[in-house]
């Protein structure tokens, strides 16, 4: 079946650069997307990718997609206080209806 | 623009209790509805999802249903609660294949 996988933890200086990433087993993957969920909160939309581009680029986001590795990144630039959250990767594909499979979630903490 | 509302935010019920929480949307028409629930661990477990009125699909079998009366609504049921039905439950719409997942705000549901 379907796997994303992220490491569970990240830890950054405010003002750096955060690198999140994320690899997924399925290569009929078609949309691969981050959420961030802050506390108590549902999950918000990010940014997404359709499995056709290399790169995406939304102000401090950057998606990284390499297709061959199965390999998603999300760069957040000059990362700030209020980046701190959780981070999903989820990837979709067809099959009768939109199936998404999300990964277990990056927590990152920014340091001040 | 389209909007998703849960309700409540937050619910204490006594074990062998039921159980019933509402996801509504607007702003759009024959979304594909899905209920998550997420453990304490973090990862998203898929529900129920619904791809029009009256069509439900159970990802695992549970002790909850769904069900979808109208186009726009989409609820979450027990007959009688189990201590291991506790967690965060989030109810999401999408416009259909290549379409994002939005959330709602979740639910957090505590079974005494």
């Known amino acids: 079946g379907e796997d994303v996988e992220q490491s569970l933890f990240l830890s950054v200086r405010e003002g750096d650069s955060s690198v999140i990433n994320c690899t997924y087993t399925d290569s009929s993957s078609t949309y691969l997307y981050w959420y961030k969920q802050e506390p108590g909160a549902g999950l918000q939309l990010l940014t997404y990718?359709?499995?056709?581009?290399d790169m995406k680029q939304d102000q401090r986001l950057t998606v990284l997609l390499n297709k061959k590795d199965k390999h998603l990144s999300l760069r957040i630039a000059d990362t700030q206080t209020g980046d701190s959250a959780i981070y999903f990767c989820a990837e979709s594909h067809s099959g009768g209806y939109q199936k998404v499979t999300f990964g277990t979630g990056t927590k990152l903490q920014v340091i001040p | 623009s389209q909007t998703i509302h849960q309700w409540p935010a937050t619910l204490v019920q006594p074990v062998g209790s039921p159980l019933s929480l509402e996801c509504t949307v607007e702003g759009t028409s024959n979304p594909n509805l899905y209920w998550y629930r997420q453990a304490a661990g973090r990862g998203l477990q898929l529900l129920f999802y619904s791809v029009g009125i009256g069509q439900i699909s159970s990802e695992v079998p549970q002790n909850l249903s769904a069900s979808r009366p109208q186009d726009r609504q989409f609820i979450l049921s027990s007959k009688k609660l189990l201590l291991s039905d506790s967690g965060f439950y989030l109810c999401a719409w999408s416009g259909g294949f290549g379409s994002p997942l939005h959330f709602g705000n979740g639910t957090r549901l505590t079974v005494t």
């Open positions: 990718i359709f499995s056709n581009m």
